[in-house]
């Protein structure tokens, strides 16, 4: 069971913005930096954000992410229909000593 | 380009161990920490831990005493051993790179393909 929580899916209509959240605690992402990843089916994860809200190189800046207190966001504009896929953040926890994922969501553009 | 090609997948009966491999290219392996993470089937990812430059480990609590991690530099690979097998740790395994300042500031930017372990009697 998690202890980063994502709701397990969200759907939204090409154009429109779709904001994922990810609930944490004080000793996850209360205080430490929040990643995110995205992954298709059959494939492996692959880097979204890091360090909060930064973008690799090669992720478009429809993606853009924030944290508050314990929880992290992300925000897709535009939606489109490649966006189709799993999203999980992470971060490390300072009770248990290593990376937590959340469950992730799974995005569907109607 | 940066490449992590992982063994081929595997199927082990209850008990038993299994040995991945993570080949790397692209990047000079001796400078880079190398994590595990693993995905049971339709679930979510779990760390599993790292093995650094200079071969020290860190384990996930859950996995302490029954996974080792190894890496021949000369070889540009990682090896992962998960021994006592039991169908819970059916999943695909994975391997990848960190970036970032270390510890809890990392970043996993590159991942292999991923290998999948099948434990059934």
């Known amino acids: 069971q998690s202890v980063l929580f994502q709701p397990p899916s969200m759907s939204g209509t090409p154009g429109q913005t779709l904001t994922l959240s990810c609930s944490g605690s004080?000793?996850?992402?209360?205080?430490?930096?929040v990643n995110w990843y995205y992954q298709t089916p059959g494939k492996a994860p692959q880097l979204l954000i890091f360090?909060?809200?930064q973008r690799p190189s090669e992720i478009p800046d429809r993606f853009s992410a924030s944290t508050s207190g314990s929880s992290a966001s992300l925000a897709i504009s535009g939606l489109q229909s490649e966006d189709e896929a799993d999203y999980f953040c992470s971060s490390w926890d300072d009770k248990v000593q290593g990376w937590l994922f959340g469950g992730g969501t799974k995005v569907t553009v109607l | 380009q940066v490449h992590l090609v992982q063994s081929g997948a595997e199927v082990k009966r209850p008990g038993a161990s299994v040995k991945i491999s993570c080949q790397t290219s692209?990047?000079?392996?001796?400078?880079?920490?190398v994590h595990w993470v693993r995905q049971a089937p339709g679930q979510s990812l779990e760390w599993m831990g790292w093995?650094?430059?200079?071969?020290?480990?860190k384990y996930a609590q859950k996995f302490q005493g029954r996974v080792t991690f190894t890496r021949d530099t000369s070889a540009n690979t990682a090896y992962l051993e998960l021994r006592s097998l039991t169908s819970a740790d059916t999943a695909v395994y994975y391997c990848?790179?960190?970036?970032?300042?270390?510890?809890?500031?990392?970043?996993?930017?590159?991942w292999g393909q991923g290998t999948l372990v099948t434990v059934s009697s």
């Open positions: 004080s000793s996850n992402i209360g205080k430490n930096p």
């Open positions: 692209g990047y000079d392996f001796s400078a880079f920490s």
């Open positions: 990848a790179r960190p970036r970032g300042s270390g510890g809890r500031y990392s970043y996993l930017d590159y």
């Open positions: 093995i650094t430059t200079a071969q020290g480990t």
């Open positions: 360090s909060n809200d």
